[in-house]
C-alpha cells in the first residue's frame, strides 16, 4: 500500500515562506502524477501545483510565481516552496499521488499552514 506522509507546516506570518515535504513509501518515479491540494475551511479541497512523470508541473493561478513544486528522487520526497504567503494560503495541505494516472488516489493526513500575524 502507498502511503505518503506530510510535513513542514506551521504557523508563519504574512509575507513569509514555508516548504512542505512528503515523504513517499515508494519510488516517487512509479507515479504518473504527484501533486498538493489545500483546503480552508468552509471550502472545496483545491489543487495547488501537480507535477507529472515528466515532470511537467502545472499551478493554480493563485499561487503562480509564490509557489514551487518540486521532488527528490533520492529520498522519496515531494517538496513544496511557498513563498509571499498571505492570510488566504491558510489551509490544511494535502500532498496526493496516482499511480498510473493524473487521477489522485493516494493522500496524506494533512499538515495545517496557518498565515497570520
Known amino acids: 500500500q502507498v502511503q505518503l506522509v506530510e510535513s513542514g507546516g506551521g504557523l508563519v506570518q504574512p509575507g513569509g515562506s514555508l516548504r512542505l515535504s512528503c515523504a513517499a513509501s515508494?519510488?516517487?518515479?512509479?507515479?504518473?502524477?504527484m501533486g498538493w491540494h489545500r483546503q480552508a475551511p468552509g471550502k472545496q479541497r483545491e489543487l495547488v501545483a501537480r507535477?507529472?512523470?515528466?515532470?511537467?508541473?502545472n499551478y493554480a493561478e493563485l499561487v503562480k510565481g509564490r509557489f514551487t513544486i518540486s521532488r527528490d528522487s533520492a529520498n522519496n520526497t515531494l517538496y513544496l516552496q511557498m513563498t509571499s504567503l498571505n492570510p488566504e494560503d491558510t489551509a490544511v495541505y494535502y500532498c496526493?499521488?496516482?499511480?498510473?494516472?493524473?487521477?489522485?488516489?493516494?493522500w496524506g493526513q494533512g499538515t495545517q499552514v496557518t498565515v497570520s500575524s
Open positions: 496526493a499521488a496516482g499511480l498510473r494516472s493524473v487521477a489522485f488516489e493516494y
Open positions: 515508494r519510488r516517487i518515479f512509479s507515479f504518473a502524477a
Open positions: 507535477i507529472l512523470r515528466s515532470g511537467s508541473t
